[in-house]
């Protein structure tokens, strides 16, 4: 089902969370023993994972960043989300601090990060939000953590699932990431931007992003284009909803014949919904976050 998202102000969290704000402070001294603040973990194969504990309760939200991107990409959402439940930042690998020595770059591979910290903090009741490739992620972490994980939500992410990628463009795509990432990397991410975006903005999460180390980016590029979406969509086990833009289409009826999916539509942004309308994204996420734990809809009526 498609939900359309009413811009809502800060000062309407203090009334919507009211009814919640005992329960996530019991929730809180039940786990005073696990410790807050930035810290260390080793994944699967031994690359040390970076990862911030903002605040732990019940419900956990993890929030994993998209390709070429870092944990701070979430900053404008860390705070007002804090308030009301636990958050957790990672870096994957490749990312950020995290480590880069990685043998084979794959989905699957960041997935076993996310679990490492999962893991690391005793985390429960986990709902994985995930931008873009953290999309695809926070997927494979679901079918990772049963019962640990219970909801997916994608930022801009999970479009059209049932949908197949075509081996024969692979190459074509990523040529000229491998011929000059910089350049390459640079067209691809200003182009997921709308055109009244802010100049500065787009300048600077280009400028960030492509100054990645380019033999990951496109090896994990070649990972997310052979990911198979349909297998991850069908096998998380949890509710997935994503928060999408209008720029690209969201096949709902087509996620729907795969897993419980709903969208929620925000109109008018472009790609990076946490630079580009932050307070907006962070409503929207709290309602979803509330929908998946309460298993009803607290932004109003569906469409």
Same mark, same amino acid.
């Given at each position: ?39 260390? *973990?080793?994944? =699967?194969? +031994?690359?040390?994972? #970076?990862?911030? %504990?903002? !605040? ?5 939200? &993890?929030? $994993? ?63 994985? *939000?995930?931008? =873009?490739? +953290?999309?695809?992620? #926070?997927?494979? %972490?679901? !079918? ?5 994980? &219970?909801? $997916? ?72 284009? #052979? ?10 086990? &949890? ?65």
């Amino acid at each position: 089902m498609l939900r359309q998202t009413a811009i809502v102000g800060i000062v309407a969290l203090a009334t919507l969370f009211a009814g919640c704000s005992e329960q996530n402070a019991t929730d809180v001294e039940t786990v005073a023993g696990t410790a807050t603040g930035p810290g260390i *973990v080793s994944s =699967s194969d +031994g690359i040390e994972i #970076a990862y911030t %504990a903002h !605040r732990i309760g019940t419900p956990n939200l &993890v929030l $994993v960043h998209g390709w070429m991107c870092d944990q701070s990409y979430w900053n404008g959402q860390v705070p007002v989300l804090a308030e009301a439940f636990g958050v957790v930042t990672v870096d994957v690998a490749g990312h950020g601090a995290s480590g880069l020595d990685r043998d084979e770059w794959t989905i699957a591979s960041l997935g076993d990060d996310v679990k490492a910290v999962v893991d690391k903090l005793g985390l429960e009741q986990v709902i994985v *939000v995930g931008h =873009s490739m +953290g999309g695809y992620v #926070a997927l494979d %972490a679901a !079918r990772k953590l049963p019962g640990t994980v &219970v909801g $997916v939500i994608g930022i801009d992410t999970l479009h059209d699932d049932g949908s197949t990628w075509d081996p024969d463009n692979t190459e074509g795509f990523l040529s000229p990431f491998e011929q000059d990432f910089p350049a390459a990397c640079s067209d691809f991410v200003t182009s997921m931007f709308v055109q009244t975006a802010n100049v500065a903005l787009v300048q600077g999460i280009a400028d960030d992003m492509c100054s990645g180390p380019p033999n990951i980016g496109v090896a994990l590029l070649q990972a997310y284009l #052979a990911f198979d979406r349909q297998e991850a969509f069908s096998q998380s086990g &949890v509710p997935i909803r994503a928060i999408n833009t209008d720029k690209w289409p969201t096949d709902v009826e087509g996620n729907l014949e795969l897993a419980d999916f709903e969208l929620t539509l925000l109109e008018g942004y472009g790609h990076f919904l946490m630079q580009e309308a932050p307070e907006v994204l962070t409503q929207a996420v709290i309602d979803t976050t509330l929908e998946i734990v309460m298993g009803e809809d607290q932004s109003g009526p569906r469409q």
